[in-house]
């Protein structure tokens, strides 16, 4: 590389970096390094034409009109409360497991983020429920806490993702085959984090002793305290209603007549079907090739406002309220991806006219490097970026960057996309960033970010197998595409 090119390179990314130091927003930071850098390279006159056209070029396109409303449907569905159904239900289905509900809350996590396609909004709204819940049966809420902050990063994995569309965008795949490719390793993800949840609570990560109940008699729970004697329990082991619990194999969330699990109506099975439904029009339209992605993202939006006016019939005043809160988050979300994709198109741009990445390709394949080491160099940077910046921040900072290296030497541009995206959710759980984390302890009141993080670390280490785990089954992310798509 030209010694003048690699100082202009090194002035804009200083740039870059004082600007983040600062605690200015990203798009900020990267639209002012890449205009530095050509400026420096090519001269003011470049640098003005190319904010003028490039923003507006780059905006336009209509595949980004599916990030709105995917936001907005994710949103609506937050809205009307079908989080607490899905939660029962998933509860039902799990209570003999050890670490049934904490089981739950997995799977429960999973059925929301497949329509809400939003880590946070997945964490605020399953959190409120899933918390209180398990605390009431015996779970110590710190663990409690984190083990929500993780089932959420699903939302950025499990379709209709905002950051797989995000990612398809900035990448040139296809959307349709990058959210298909995201339902499998979605499911294997959700899989390996209820069987690390089973095995924590044999092991008593999840454990507190004894735990009030809302008539002050403390509850036992088998599952969590392992095998107590009568004796311990002063004759019995009584349950919320102070009645004697019955039935309770070892390791079961049963035996509590009081459990959330017990307790299925119609108004639970209907909402689950609610988040069904909607799934199936997402995927039913694409998998058919009836629709398009915008146009699956458009009607699920509109059946989600229909979903939230039915289940606020009675209340019309609360649909009318719900509704507007929910365009002003989409609005508020949308904006600051916008600008997000703004600014790291304009560094994107400088970076690619410097010549960088070519330059890098041509030191890789000098260095002879595999491929698959050059796979795990990008997860490992994104894993260290996830410390300190957003999902989309570090998405649009490396993907440009390591897309046409990659391609050249003829990695899977699919495959390497969800690695990605599992690699940047594991930033949402790690400090000091670890927006997760910050939702949940900001959801459920006295429960604090610094002690989340502690119990956080043994789902990070699920996290690293689910990867390792596509890392060595590569047909995994891409059979149902490449079916799908045939």
Same mark, same amino acid.
């Given at each position: ?93 799990? *209570?003999?497991?050890?670490?049934? %509900?904490?089981? @739950? $809350?997995?799977? /429960?996590?999973? =059925?929301?983020?497949?329509? #809400? !396609? ?99 008699? *403390?509850?036992?729970?088998?599952? %969590?305290?392992? @095998? $107590?004697?009568? /004796?311990?329990? =002063?004759?019995?082991?009584? #349950? !919320? ?246």
């Amino acid at each position: 590389m030209n010694p003048v090119i690699g100082l202009v390179v090194l002035a804009a990314v200083v740039v870059l970096i004082l600007l983040i130091l600062k605690k200015q927003p990203v798009w900020l930071a990267l639209l002012s390094a890449g205009t530095v850098g050509i400026v420096l390279l090519s001269g003011s006159d470049v640098a003005l034409g190319t904010l003028g056209t490039l923003a507006f070029s780059t905006i336009s396109q209509y595949a980004y009109v599916v990030i709105p409303l995917f936001i907005l449907m994710g949103a609506l569905v937050s809205k009307s409360g079908v989080a607490e159904d899905v939660f029962a239900v998933a509860a039902k289905v799990t *209570r003999r497991l050890p670490g049934g %509900l904490g089981v @739950a $809350t997995v799977l /429960a996590c999973g =059925g929301f983020a497949a329509v #809400t !396609g939003a880590s946070a909004a997945t964490v605020a709204t399953v959190g409120r429920v899933s918390v209180s819940q398990m605390a009431r049966y015996g779970y110590r809420r710190d663990a409690a806490g984190a083990l929500v902050a993780m089932g959420g990063t699903l939302g950025v994995l499990i379709p209709p993702s905002v950051l797989i569309v995000v990612l398809g965008i900035v990448s040139g795949e296809s959307i349709g085959r990058l959210l298909l490719a995201g339902v499998i390793p979605g499911i294997v993800t959700m899989f390996i984090y209820a069987l690390f949840t089973i095995g924590l609570a044999r092991l008593g990560f999840f454990r507190r002793r004894e735990a009030p109940t809302s008539d002050g008699v *403390r509850v036992h729970e088998p599952a %969590l305290a392992g @095998a $107590t004697s009568a /004796a311990e329990d =002063g004759g019995k082991e009584l #349950t !919320g209603s102070g009645r004697p619990a019955g039935g309770a194999g070892d390791g079961a969330d049963t035996g509590n007549p009081a459990a959330p699990a017990e307790r299925i109506t119609l108004k639970h099975l209907i909402g689950t079907a609610h988040v069904t439904a909607l799934f199936a029009v997402i995927f039913g339209g694409i998998y058919s090739g009836v629709l398009t992605v915008t146009e699956s993202g458009a009607i699920a939006a509109a059946a989600a406002t229909v979903i939230l006016v039915i289940r606020c019939r009675r209340n019309l005043r609360q649909a009318w309220r719900s509704s507007k809160e929910a365009l002003l988050e989409t609005g508020s979300l949308a904006s600051m991806i916008f600008a997000l994709i703004i600014g790291g198109s304009v560094f994107a741009y400088f970076i690619a006219r410097s010549g960088v990445p070519v330059w890098i390709s041509d030191m890789i394949a000098a260095a002879g490097l595999p491929p698959l080491a050059i796979v795990i160099a990008g997860l490992v940077v994104m894993l260290i970026l996830g410390s300190f910046l957003d999902s989309y921040s570090i998405l649009i900072l490396t993907v440009p960057l390591l897309y046409p290296i990659l391609s050249a030497q003829g990695v899977d541009g699919i495959w390497f996309g969800i690695l990605a995206v599992k690699a940047i959710e594991i930033g949402l759980v790690t400090p000091p960033f670890g927006l997760n984390v910050f939702v949940i302890s900001g959801v459920v009141p006295g429960l604090k970010a610094e002690r989340v993080f502690r119990y956080v670390v043994p789902f990070v280490l699920a996290d690293l197998v689910a990867i390792g785990v596509l890392i060595a089954f590569p047909s995994i992310v891409t059979w149902l595409p490449e079916v799908a798509f045939a």
